[in-house]
């Protein structure tokens, strides 16, 4: 009698879901809209750690101010204000009944739980700090980016009295572009496959602690330069932000192992909306590219090195190489999909929670646009844990580069060689103590 009951309340489960699915997704006018770009991350044994960007006022935030804010911004991104379903192991994006509310609290929720009515997005604050908690099952920094340029300028409207919108921030009452809730891996893509493409390894140098490690608590390390200076240098060497900063990091790395064995690899988190025809998506679309350092390159010039560095950059964006990468994307997600059910699928990704990338990894956000409202604040920070090794994330806020170097280790070695290197360039910057911190894993299912 037991079994039919719980057969009975599976199949009305089910059916409820079912239900959903087919009432909405990103926006109330779609339906069934299974995640496919950001699945790989929803199937972490102990769930997938929020990503967060603090934006860092020079004034206590008004937590009036910025839930007024919060409903305005709202309107605009309705694939902000949702929640996931989940059937037979895969992963529904379907509208939340439940409005998003900023809540003053130090303690980072898990994304996907009750405590904040089941959303992938949560605003908090807390003294002079706003902080976004975002899922990458969801969307990446560059989707995440105009919601929160949005929210800064209506709270900066209110708080402030400030009129004018920065050039391109997204109002209100203006309508998705074109896209903005395109799927960019649903098909395979055309790509010339005649073309000869730059080949790379990514058997490089392993710092000591580019170790998996149970231990939670990781630690970061802000470095704040600013802009103006750190442009320049740029300038003078033919440099991006991005180019100059992995070439001052690897340096580092180089001295500080100088009996190093393999090249040192900085692996750049890189957009790929452009090649895949989808400029406006607000999902998953990043790629990871490779700046090897070897002891020939070493022996070259920073301009030299620089200028090298953009033609391998450039060959890596090549828009039939980044076509042919995403397919081989599809590939996992395909086999994810031939799945059908959540065990089985999570069991296949356990394969890759192990796996590393050698030597450490950077990921630029880009700048934000702030107008006017710049002066209201102090930086922006991008972090999250569950780092293996070093990674260190980048933003352009205002007039300074600010950059956040998170690891699964406390030892300050890697941000003070690197402040070595900018010292020795004449740059002035300012460097945090040590900050341990815990971003958590979501609660998307139930886990044993």
Known sequence: MGSIFHDIYDFLKNNEKEMLIQKSGSTMESSNEKIRSGQSYLYKKYGMESEVIEVRFKQKVSGSFLNQALLQTCRRYPYINTKLIEKNGDFYIVQNEQSMIARR???????????????????????????????????????????????????????????????????????????????????????????????????????????????????????????????????????????????????????????????????????????????????????????????????????????????????????????KEANAMLGLFDKLDSFNSYEEKQKMMAFFEGMTLNTYIISYLGQFKLGENAQYIDEIHLYNSGTTGLGINMISCGEYFVLDFKQNFASDKYVKAFTAQIDKLGVVYHISAVIPFITPGDSVIKRS
């Open 105 to 323: 609290t130090k303690q980072l929720v898990r994304l996907g739980h009750i405590s904040c009515g089941y959303h992938l997005v949560d605003i908090t604050y807390y003294d002079d700090s706003i902080f976004v908690s975002f899922h990458h099952a969801l969307c990446d920094g560059r989707g995440i980016m105009p919601f929160i340029e949005t929210l800064i300028y209506y709270y900066c409207n209110l708080k402030y009295g400030s009129k004018k919108p920065p050039e391109g921030v997204r109002l209100a009452e203006d309508p998705l572009l074109p896209g903005e809730t395109v799927d960019p891996f649903l098909q395979e893509y055309d790509f010339d496959q005649n073309k000869k493409f730059i080949e790379l390894s990514r058997d490089a140098y392993a710092i000591p602690e580019n170790v998996p490690s149970e231990e939670i608590t990781n630690y970061r390390y802000e470095v704040k330069i600013p802009a103006e200076q750190y442009m320049k240098l740029c300038k003078k060497n033919n440099a991006t932000p991005v180019i100059l900063l992995s070439l001052l990091m690897s340096r580092a790395i180089t001295e500080l192992y100088p009996d190093y064995d393999k090249p040192v690899n900085a692996n750049i988190a890189t957009d790929m909306r452009e090649a895949l025809d989808c400029p406006n998506t607000f999902k998953n679309c990043v790629k990871s590219m490779i700046l090897p350092y070897s002891r020939e390159f070493s022996k070259k010039t920073l301009t030299e090195q620089a200028t090298e560095y953009r033609e391998i950059l450039k060959a890596q964006r090549d828009r039939d190489f980044c076509r």
